[in-house]
Every structure is written in structure tokens, then in C-alpha cells.
């Protein structure tokens, strides 16, 4: 079945891809020293061009990714392994949940977990019901599951199950130029065009993961102030905090990922539940369970207006939220599949396809479901009964002003933040691993050095940002110029994404289980066809031992 096995053996670094994207990460680091107004210029302007001018493509491409991973679970593709015939899976399944949970989106979570929901109650997407509403509730709630449920798992999926697909089934290189060869061949997938391919998945995983530290560096900084340890931020102190998670998921990266990021995983997962279960208990817990049926509800029943939301109606108000929320997510997960596709490939060896489409899909996306409910619904309780936890609109300082208002606040505010640090330290960890994969052609065990550099890279360029938006006073800007860049490189991506849906099509039709079902069921009707013909339709279909002798004076062609 395997194409070849170049995955196999001692990393070879490719020295085209390592150093031509590593020439871009200095030259746009050096130019944001020399001129960041500039650059933040050319990113904003670009940015915006995207947004007003193929926004509607991130829409259509987001939904049919949704449509596209459902297919192939309940087609017949879904039995087809991840691996060879009678393989196992590597890890055990709760540790593969917690893996890729932590990677795909758990810094996002502690993040956006208060904010969104939050943000969507006092401001609604426009033309739909005042802010502050009974109906603002019900609007926010779907609006954020809409957001951080099948879409973006979706998205991942099919990255994912692509390179996972052709890495452990085809035996190709575990890149994504190599889902790409019954498309353009072994030469080209090898050659130019499957280098470029790789060069901006490494550049995007990145960029994804400095503006994702720099995320995660703005909450720590902003619990450590809400917890009375430092008074106004400065650039010393982001620096420092991420000098010090960079050592940390550097040393996690190095160790392996069934060492380090699977301890990290599982750890996070209890301490998340912990962190859960007490908002559950302290907070609104009547409010809370009230609003598990009602957002569910409102999800399935909004779906088609969600999805269907465009610049074309609502005019400027609603192309400008969609802009900042809806078109932007897509954007952000399609560009974050490099990474989180390749890791969840690397992670589901032996999984058939309808197990791995329904853990990565449905899984994260009912924990989603459960997250928004507890910390949105305590959020939006807090707020309705006139606590101002909603503030200035600040996301980073949002959870830790919910948290003000609820027993033992120290205690859980030095609990987020060592929720934000690990799981930015598991989801940095398995970064560092993918752009090693990618810099030496799809090692799934890339060497220490590589693995280190884009470790030290990835904080090198979050520090560095941070520290030109700290000097001019505002330090959530700080990242604007960087996140912007990853989200240019959405936009070829899209255009990747949907190509590998096109590939792994034309993968799974030549498959020898496809095929053997295939030559199954046309042996099947041609048994049914002649037993009908010379038995009148009364016929039975039986199975006998093969006749030896039979066998070896038939001529060979028969056999």
C-alpha cells in the first residue's frame, strides 16, 4: 500500500525550506525594529483588502469543510484506517482527546472563554437583537458556539486527515506537499511548487504560535496585576514571562511528544476540570444549566444564518463585525492548519477515519459547548445582576474581573494562569515539533537543534513585537502587525485546504479496501444476475472450499 517510506531513518534538514523561511521571519522581525509603522501599515492595509474582497470565500470554504468531514465519516471511506490494515492506535484515547485539544485551541479558550460571549451580550452582531437582551443571551451564545465548534474542528479535520492519511497509509513524507502527489505527481509534490507549499506552512505555524504567545503573555501579565503582584505592565515583565515560557516548552518539545506533550495534556485537563466545576458551583449554577439546552438550541436553529452572514447584507456595520469576528476566525483557524493539522495527524496513527473524524470534530466541539456555558453563562449572570465585568472591553482582563466577583479569587486567578502557561507551553511544544517535520521533510521525529531554534524563534519574534507595541504604550497592539501577516497567509491556505480535499478524494477511490468492496459488490451482482437467469430468480448464493486440484490445472490466467 505504502508509496515509499521516506518518513523513515535520520532527519535530513531541507535547507530551502529551513532557510528561506527563516530568511522572511528575520527580515520582517528586523523590519518591524527599523520601521514599525510601516509595517503595521502595509499589514493593516493588505488585511483589510482581504477581509472586504474574498471574505465571502472564507465563508463558503469554512461550511463546506463542515459538510466535507461529515461526509467522509458516515460514507463508506469512514473504515478506512490511518495506518496499515490491523494497525493499533498509538495513544490511548483520552490522551489523544487531550492532546489535540490542548493544541488546537486551548489557549483560546481560557482566553475567549469569558470575552466573546460576554462581548456579544452588551454588543450583538448587527441587525439581529439589542444589546443587554433577554435575546442577547440566546444571539451571544450560539454566535460563540458558532465560532468554536464544528467550523474550526472542521477545518482542522481535514487537514489533518489528509496528512495523516497520506503519511501512515500512502507511506509518503509527513508533509503537506505530500498529500498533494495524485494531484501533481511525485516530482512536482518534491520539487518547487511542494517546497513553496511547505515554506508557507512552516511560516504561518510561526507566526501563529508568536502571535498565540503574545496572547497568552497579555493574560498572565493582566492576572498577575489583577492578583496585586506588579502594577502597570511593562515590557520587562512581558519579556521576562516569555523568556520563561519559551524555556518551558522548549524543554517539553525536546523531551518528545508522548513524553512531554501528552503529560502536559493530561495535566491540563484535570486542572481545567477543577477551574470548571468551581465556576459551575460558586457562580449562576441554575443560570448555567438553563443555558445548555437553550444555546444548543439556538446553535442548531441559527446555523443557517450564521453561516450565510456576508458583507452583502447589513451594510458596512455588519462587514466591519464580520471583519473583526466571523471572517476572521475563519481566517485564524485556516491559517493555523499547518500546525494543528500536522500535530493531530502525528498523533492518530492506527484511528480509522470515522474514529478520527468523530473525536476531532465532535468531541472538542461538545467541550466547546459545555466551556461557553459555564464561563459565559457566569460572565453574562454577573454582568445582568450589575457587576461591570464586562469593563472597558479589555478580553485579557475580562476572566480575572468574573473571577473578582467569586470565592477564593486568588487561588483561581493563579489557577488561569497556569492554565494560559501550560497550554500555551503543550500548544508551543507540538509547534516546535511540526516546524522540525517540515524543515526536514516530514521527520515525525525531527532533530533537537531544529526543534530548539524554532522554539527560541517563536519567542524571539513574540518578544520583539511585544516590545515595539510596549514602547509606544499600548501592549495589546503589540502584536497587531504579526497577526496580521498570519492572516495573509490564510488566504493561499484556503486555496491549499480545498485542493486537499480534492487529493485525498482521489487517494480514498484507489484504495485497496475501496477497491476490494468495489470488486465485492460487482462479484455480487454478476452471482445475482446468472442465478437469476438460470434458476428463474430462485437461487441461493453458498461458499465452498477451494478445490485444490481444480486450483492448480486451471490455467494460470483463471486462477
Not at 18 to 25: C, K, L, R, S, W
Not at 45 to 60: E, K, Q, S
Not at 146 to 157: C, E, N, S, V
Not at 164 to 190: C, D, H, T
Amino acid at each position: 500500500m505504502s508509496d515509499n517510506t521516506e518518513f523513515l531513518g535520520k532527519p535530513r534538514t531541507d535547507w530551502v525550506v529551513f532557510g528561506v523561511t527563516a530568511a522572511i521571519m528575520f527580515a520582517i522581525v528586523i523590519w518591524g525594529g527599523l520601521g514599525t509603522d510601516s509595517l503595521s501599515v502595509a499589514s493593516s492595509a493588505a488585511l483589510d483588502w482581504l477581509l472586504v474582497n474574498t471574505g465571502w470565500g472564507f465563508v463558503l470554504a469554512a461550511t463546506g469543510f463542515v459538510v466535507f468531514a461529515l461526509f467522509l465519516a458516515f460514507s463508506k471511506y469512514g473504515r478506512i484506517p490511518l495506518g496499515q490494515d490491523g494497525e493499533k492506535p498509538e495513544f490511548r484515547t483520552i490522551s489523544w482527546i487531550a492532546m489535540m485539544f490542548s493544541a488546537g485551541m486551548g489557549i483560546g479558550l481560557m482566553f475567549f472563554g469569558v470575552s466573546e460571549p460576554l462581548t456579544h451580550f452588551v454588543s450583538p452582531p448587527p441587525g439581529t437583537v439589542p444589546g443587554g437582551s433577554e435575546e442577547a443571551i440566546t444571539t451571544s451564545m450560539a454566535t460563540s458556539l458558532f465560532h468554536w465548534t464544528l467550523h474550526p474542528w472542521a477545518i482542522y479535520a481535514v487537514a489533518g486527515l489528509a496528512i495523516a492519511y497520506s503519511s501512515f497509509r500512502r507511506g509518503r513524507s509527513q508533509l503537506i506537499s505530500g498529500v498533494f502527489r495524485p494531484l501533481i505527481g511525485k516530482r512536482n509534490a518534491e520539487g518547487p511548487i511542494g517546497k513553496l507549499i511547505d515554506i508557507l506552512a512552516l511560516f504561518a505555524t510561526l507566526f501563529g504560535s508568536a502571535a498565540s504567545l503574545g496572547i497568552g503573555t497579555l493574560q498572565i501579565s493582566a492576572g498577575m496585576k489583577a492578583a496585586g503582584w506588579i502594577g502597570e505592565t511593562s515590557s520587562i515583565i512581558l519579556v521576562l514571562i516569555i523568556v520563561v515560557l519559551t524555556i518551558c516548552f522548549i524543554a517539553s518539545a525536546v523531551s518528545g511528544v508522548a513524553k512531554g506533550i501528552q503529560w502536559l495534556s493530561n495535566i491540563n485537563m484535570v486542572l481545567a476540570g477543577v477551574l470548571a466545576l468551581f465556576i459551575f458551583v460558586v457562580g449562576p449554577t441554575v443560570f448555567i444549566l438553563d443555558l445548555l439546552p437553550t444555546m444548543l438550541g439556538s446553535y442548531m436553529s441559527e446555523f443557517g444564518e450564521m453561516a450565510s452572514r456576508a458583507g452583502a447584507t447589513g451594510g458596512p456595520d455588519m462587514q466591519s463585525w464580520l471583519a473583526s469576528w466571523t471572517i476572521f476566525y475563519w481566517a485564524w483557524w485556516i491559517s493555523w492548519t499547518p500546525f494543528v493539522g500536522m500535530f493531530i495527524a502525528r498523533i492518530s496513527r492506527g484511528r480509522t477515519i470515522r474514529q478520527f473524524v468523530g473525536g476531532v470534530l465532535l468531541v472538542p466541539s461538545v467541550v466547546s459547548l459545555v466551556w461557553f456555558a459555564i464561563f459565559g453563562g457566569a460572565s453574562i449572570g454577573l454582568q445582568k445582576g450589575g457587576a461591570n465585568v464586562y469593563g472597558d472591553g479589555t478580553a485579557e482582563a475580562q476572566t480575572f474581573s468574573v473571577l473578582e466577583n467569586l470565592p477564593l479569587t486568588l487561588i483561581t486567578s493563579v489557577l488561569v494562569m497556569i492554565l494560559v502557561a501550560i497550554f500555551f507551553v503543550s500548544g508551543a511544544d507540538a509547534a516546535s515539533v511540526v516546524m522540525g517535520t517540515l524543515s526536514q521533510r516530514g521527520s515525525i521525529e525531527p532533530s533537537r537543534w531544529v526543534v530548539i531554534f524554532w522554539g527560541a524563534a517563536t519567542g524571539a519574534v513574540a518578544a520583539i513585537m511585544l516590545v515595539i507595541g510596549t514602547s509606544g504604550g499600548d501592549a495589546e497592539k503589540a502584536l497587531d502587525g504579526i497577526q496580521n501577516l498570519t492572516f495573509l497567509g490564510a488566504l493561499p491556505f484556503a486555496v491549499v485546504m480545498v485542493l486537499m480535499c480534492v487529493a485525498l478524494m482521489k487517494d480514498l477511490r484507489s484504495d485497496e479496501i475501496t477497491l476490494r468492496e468495489a470488486k465485492g459488490a460487482e462479484v455480487l451482482e454478476q452471482a445475482v444476475i446468472v442465478g437469476s437467469e438460470e434458476h428463474d430468480g430462485e437461487f441461493q448464493l453458498v461458499t465452498t472450499p477451494v478445490d485444490e486440484e481444480e486450483t492448480e490445472q486451471a490455467p494460470a490466467g483463471d486462477k
